[in-house]
């Protein structure tokens, strides 16, 4: 017996969204480990801090990132199709604050201070980050005012010694502190 595929996504504009005051409250409980994005080649580079870094799949290796369309960082990788995704040290709170842009420094300034090197695509990434994954773009995805940038992994790289840098309720927190954590604020 052939089945009907059954659409669970109801019409557009028959249910009422909530507000993106309420939405941005509610998602600082995701707790998510803090990434560096590095995009662009030579001196053409800049970056930002992102938590929306997820693996797609593992045969081939994908992972994807979400950019806004209204950022530096999307207009470079329009003219420099590849990323690298740098795994935050618990130490690395200082970098995570440059590349998210809290300090006023853009482009290239936001790498100052720290080791970098290159993998396969020429995008810098961290000398010492916990993982670092050299990216080429296959794909990029609008949606609203972000894209969704899919990576094919060309290289990767880790190291160990260290834990993550978690970000969780508006804040960087050691992960120590997330396993130690019973659940109050």
Same mark, same amino acid.
């Given at each position: 017996?052939?089945?009907?595929?059954?659409?669970?996504?109801?019409?557009?504009?028959?249910?009422?969204?909530?507000?993106?005051?309420?939405?941005?409250?509610?998602?600082?409980?995701? /707790?998510? $480990?803090? /990434?560096?994005? @590095? &995009?662009?080649?030579? +001196?053409?580079?800049? $970056?930002?801090? /992102?938590?929306?870094?997820?693996?797609?799949? @593992?045969?081939?290796?994908? =992972?994807?990132?979400?950019?806004?369309?209204?950022?530096?960082?999307?207009?470079?990788?329009?003219?420099?199709?590849?990323? $690298?995704?740098?795994?935050?040290?618990?130490?690395?709170? !200082? =970098?995570?604050?440059? *590349?998210?842009?809290?300090?006023? =420094?853009? $482009?290239?300034?936001?790498?100052? +201070?720290?080791?970098?090197?290159?993998?396969?695509?020429? @995008?810098?990434?961290?000398?010492?980050?916990?993982? /670092? *994954?050299?990216?080429?773009?296959?794909?990029? =995805?609008?949606?609203?005012?972000? !894209?969704?940038? &899919?990576?094919?992994?060309?290289? &990767?790289?880790?190291?160990?010694?260290?834990?993550?840098?978690?970000?969780?309720?508006?804040?960087?927190?050691? *992960?120590?502190?997330?396993?130690?954590?019973? +659940?109050?604020?």
């Amino acid at each position: 017996m052939p089945q009907t595929p059954i659409s669970l996504i109801p019409p557009a504009g028959t249910l009422a969204e909530v507000d993106a005051d309420s939405y941005r409250m509610a998602m600082r409980e995701l /707790a998510g $480990g803090v /990434a560096v994005v @590095t &995009v662009g080649k030579d +001196g053409d580079i800049t $970056g930002f801090t /992102a938590t929306s870094v997820s693996s797609l799949c @593992t045969r081939p290796p994908r =992972l994807l990132v979400c950019v806004a369309q209204n950022s530096a960082s999307w207009r470079v990788l329009q003219q420099y199709p590849s990323f $690298g995704v740098n795994l935050l040290r618990d130490d690395e709170r !200082a =970098l995570a604050n440059r *590349f998210a842009g809290r300090d006023g =420094l853009e $482009g290239a300034a936001r790498y100052v +201070g720290a080791r970098w090197t290159t993998m396969l695509t020429g @995008t810098p990434v961290l000398d010492n980050a916990l993982a /670092a *994954f050299d990216c080429e773009v296959t794909e990029m =995805l609008p949606h609203c005012d972000h !894209a969704i940038i &899919v990576g094919r992994v060309r290289a &990767v790289r880790t190291s160990t010694g260290s834990l993550p840098l978690v970000y969780w309720q508006g804040h960087y927190h050691p *992960f120590e502190r997330a396993i130690g954590s019973s +659940g109050s604020r």
